[in-house]
């Protein structure tokens, strides 16, 4: 879906946004031109919580199977909705062990519904009100929720512009076949190339999962750097799932 008729129109100029890395950055201006139109859409969940609480069951799972386990949990909810957060803490462990949790995810969901309840959790209007890092900070403090985690929920829910998820394997490995590295950067290294790119690097990053589609089979020559990890790889796959 183009971004300009997505549901949930963008907060901010995607075309302005082309033209400007065009400008800036020759290398991705040639890869922009290449993929052409940034098709983006935004997710549509009704909360912070049930925005948070699928990202969880994506946690090193397949796509295909994360979104089955989200549709079994989802079903333990009232009307055919999303559990409320209460809802979700009167269902026994072992309901949500056979919705295929693990024993973490169990922890780590009902420490987001408790978190929620709480007020720690903050409500979707509150969060589009709140920067970035203020974000990152609050929900960091929820069990199994990493600042990964929060970046996608920025980019993909809340449609923040300059956002860089510098621990993402695709955005990584992306950086590395556009700029010709044979390794894949440390996140400090993408982190310090990304300046450049303000004030839109959520675009950037963007690209960057293009970049590797692009690439096919070629993009699996380029690895990690011997005995330095590189950060995580994307759980909830944001390459193949904005395609």
């Known amino acids: 879906m183009n971004a300009a008729t997505s549901s949930i129109p963008l907060p901010f100029d995607h075309i302005e946004a082309r033209a400007h890395l065009s400008r800036i950055d ?3 201006a040639s890869l922009i031109e290449r993929v052409g139109t940034f098709q983006f859409k935004l997710d549509e969940c009704d909360s912070v919580y049930e925005s ?14 994360a979104q089955a ?3 079994r949990v989802k079903a333990l909810g009232t009307n055919g909705r999303c ?3 209460k809802e979700l803490l009167r269902v026994p462990n072992r309901k949500l062990r056979k919705c295929g949790l693990s024993n973490a995810k169990v922890a780590a969901v009902r420490d987001l519904a408790q978190k929620t309840i709480d007020g720690v959790v903050p409500t979707l209007d509150e969060a589009q009100t709140m920067k970035d890092q203020e974000l990152v900070d609050r929900l960091i403090s929820v069990r199994g929720i990493g600042a990964w985690t929060v970046e996608m929920f920025l980019i993909f829910r809340l449609g923040r512009p300059d956002v ?3 621990h993402d394997y695709g955005v990584q490995k992306g950086y590395a076949i556009t700029y010709r590295k044979r390794k894949i950067p440390q996140p400090k290294e993408l982190l310090k190339f990304g300046e450049r790119w303000r004030p839109y690097r959520t675009v950037a990053s963007w690209y960057m999962w293009r970049a590797v589609q692009l690439a096919g089979p ?11 990890a590189t950060g995580v790889v994307a759980k909830k796959s944001a ?3 904005r395609a």
């Open 52 to 65: 948070l609480l699928e990202a969880v069951m994506h946690q090193s799972i397949a796509g295909k199977a």
């Open 26 to 28: 020759k290398r991705l």
């Open 239 to 241: 390459a193949k799932k």
């Open 83 to 85: 559990p409320t957060p």
């Open 164 to 166: 860089l998820p510098i």
């Open 218 to 228: 070629q993009a699996r020559t380029i690895t990690k750097a011997k005995g330095k």
């Open 69 to 71: 386990i989200f549709q």
